[in-house]
């Protein structure tokens, strides 16, 4: 009760607030991840970021996770944080070896690769607007990524692979999370993702020098950890049940721009005519994906 209490005293404007904080802190952690990773490589910084946010989200929910405690839903945990760190691991390499900025546009087209999933696993068919993003997904794309000689970066590259397994997660996320607590399964999601990052990362990385360890990096660990990692996902959780759909995926989807912003004006990346021209098809492909169905309802259904 006291809970529901807390939640009617937040105005409309509050929710709205935290779907725009939350890519808010998705967009300035694409800079931190490039920093951070030149000191421990990616498998291990996510050990690390995972492993502690699975810790203090846990410690934050002890409760919700003691009762919902069983088999099923360690598989399931498992499975997902299986999938999420994939998408994390090849989104980390991509991030070492491109800009921020690309880093953020390129992970998003995961949006528009859904549907087709979907399609695959559920013989549901995507609908023309779901065609019509993803051709301007793929011209987007090649602005951001191929160069002159039609060639795309390594960094690039890993993104985009990256990206695509974001989209699998999100459709077993779907299939996994029918009548379960999601908080649940993302506490056991986040474990899993920390001990994948941690044994690979000490089979096939190099440990960081511990003189690499300093102040600046145990901060940047900190905001990964509790504000990128923790809190923007209870305010994307908290809000999206109080926000109507189309509105929710379009501020969610301003992850890229301030991720293109937070590169610019820290990481001092520098921003082309093409690059804008592919930013913006990508940004215009996901609002496609996303926002057009949910307008289209009340016509449908009048």
Not at 162 to 178: L, P
Not at 276 to 295: M, R
Request: aromatic share 12%; proline share 5%; charged share 10%.
């Amino acid at each position: 009760m006291e809970r529901m209490r807390v939640h009617r005293e937040i105005p409309p404007a509050g929710y709205r607030l935290m779907l725009v904080l939350a890519p808010v802190i998705w967009g300035l952690s694409f800079v931190i991840m490039k920093d951070s990773v030149q000191v421990i490589p990616p498998a291990q910084l996510i050990g690390v970021r995972f492993l502690c946010a699975g810790v203090l989200l846990g410690a934050v929910f002890f409760k919700r996770v003691r009762a919902a405690f069983c088999r099923d839903m360690l598989v399931r945990g498992a499975i997902l944080g299986t999938l999420l760190f994939l998408a994390f691991w090849f989104q980390t390499i991509g991030v070492a070896n491109t800009t921020p900025g690309k880093n953020a546009f390129l992970t998003a087209i995961y949006v528009v690769l859904v549907p087709f999933g979907w399609w695959i696993i559920a013989r549901r068919r995507p609908g023309i607007h779901n065609l019509v993003a993803a051709v301007l997904c793929l011209a987007g794309i090649g602005f951001v990524s191929l160069d002159s000689d039609l060639t795309a970066g390594y960094g690039d590259l890993m993104t985009l692979v990256g990206a695509v397994w974001f989209a699998v997660h999100m459709i077993y996320v779907a299939k996994f999370s029918e009548g379960r607590d999601m908080v649940v399964l993302t506490v056991y999601q986040f474990f899993a993702m920390g001990i994948w990052g941690t044994l690979i990362g000490l089979v096939i990385e190099p440990l960081p020098a511990l003189s690499s360890i300093t102040g600046g990096f145990i901060g940047e660990m900190v905001y990964l950890i509790v504000f990128a990692s923790c809190a923007a996902l209870l305010f994307q959780n908290v809000a999206q049940a109080h926000v109507p759909p189309a509105q929710a995926s379009l501020l969610l989807s301003l992850e890229a721009v301030f991720g293109v912003l937070f590169s610019v004006l820290i990481y001092g990346e520098l921003i082309s005519i093409r690059l804008i021209v592919g930013f913006v098809l990508v940004f215009v492909a996901i609002v496609v994906s996303e926002v057009f169905p949910e307008k289209m309802k009340p016509l449908i259904e009048k």
